[in-house]
């Protein structure tokens, strides 16, 4: 019986007892043929292979219980602490997060930054950690635009750019790591002077572009102003012109007519400048064109301050061109 659990166990399969006979039988039978090969073989070696036949049943089924014993170590399964800690700390951060938006209040910030660099550190379960660097992140770019902390803005860059290399295509997270992972390197490319920063943040902002999601719209703002500040800082028209296209595609693509009147108020502005380096008197129609669109999707009177000096402005350019 003790033979049989051990190569049952061995060999991976469900151990299940058979009947008390059969195993009497078995006996028997291996009496008879131990027996018989006590005359072929000599009793000495007859006794000598019953021995190693137990044995090896004995070893296989000490090897399959340490086995079993022995941690799994190709998945992890963080300790019950931790699975309850992670959700609350997530919870935490966000509310952190949207309650400084309401406030204004940096202690929400220094509160999510500081919990979150202990948390991405320690965690394992990579879905939690990828939540937690990309609100860590936030929180960091955030913290940054408030008080110009060049430090958050660099930490921020570190910790998104590996948040965009492990979420992977399809992952829902990826749209918003890729925004503001773009956002925090434009930053950085613009206040340093770094070009490869800024072509940094229009690559990952074109792979965000590709993807169907409502942040579609905001990453091709984000390539165009990419480009924008990349021929500013090389004093480039051709770059510059570069930028249009996707600013054009940010007002297609936005979600709502909010969002569509601010693109066309970015991309009159856009134009005008371009207008202003090359003289193209088509870029300064469509700035009018555009800001003229932009004012009538508008109802908030602070919007339309915003908008109705953009259409001046484009008018303006149009008249001096004139």
Request: aromatic share 4%; hydrophobic share 45%; charged share 25%.
């Amino acid at each position: 019986m003790l033979a049989h659990k051990g190569i049952m166990l061995a060999t991976g399969n469900e151990t299940r007892p058979l009947n008390v006979w059969l195993y009497r039988l078995i006996g028997i039978v291996s009496l008879v043929v131990l027996l018989g090969l006590s005359f072929a073989i000599g009793a000495d070696a007859a006794c000598l292979l019953f021995v190693l036949l137990v044995g090896g049943g004995l070893a296989a089924f000490v090897t399959r219980r340490r086995n079993d014993a022995a941690p799994d170590t190709t998945r992890y399964d963080p300790p019950p602490q931790q699975q309850a800690a992670a959700p609350d700390a997530l919870a935490r951060m966000v509310e952190c997060v949207q309650r400084y938006e309401q406030t204004k209040d940096l202690a929400d910030l220094d509160r999510t930054i500081t919990e979150g660099r202990a948390l991405v550190r320690a965690e394992k379960d990579i879905e939690v950690w990828r939540r937690l660097s990309v609100l860590l992140g936030q929180a960091l770019l955030k913290r940054h635009l408030a008080t110009n902390d060049r430090g958050a803005l660099v930490e921020a860059v570190e910790v998104l750019r590996s948040a965009g290399q492990n979420i992977p295509p399809g992952h829902r997270l990826r749209p918003a790591a890729l925004i503001e992972l773009g956002a925090a390197l434009r930053e950085l490319g613009n206040l340093s002077g770094r070009l490869e920063l800024l072509d940094e943040a229009a690559h990952w902002y074109g792979l965000c572009s590709a993807i169907e999601s409502p942040k579609r719209a905001q990453a091709y703002v984000g390539l165009s102003t990419s480009l924008k500040v990349k021929g500013d800082k090389l004093d480039d028209a051709g770059v510059l012109a570069q930028a249009v296209a996707p600013a054009r595609y940010a007002v297609g693509s936005a979600p709502d007519q909010q969002q569509r009147g601010e693109n066309l108020t970015y991309l009159s502005g856009l134009l005008v400048l371009l207008h202003r380096r090359t003289g193209d008197p088509a870029a300064v129609r469509e700035a009018v064109t555009a800001a003229e669109e932009a004012l009538e999707l508008s109802s908030d009177p602070q919007d339309r301050a915003v908008r109705e000096q953009a259409l001046r402005v484009a008018q303006a350019q149009e008249r001096h061109r004139e």
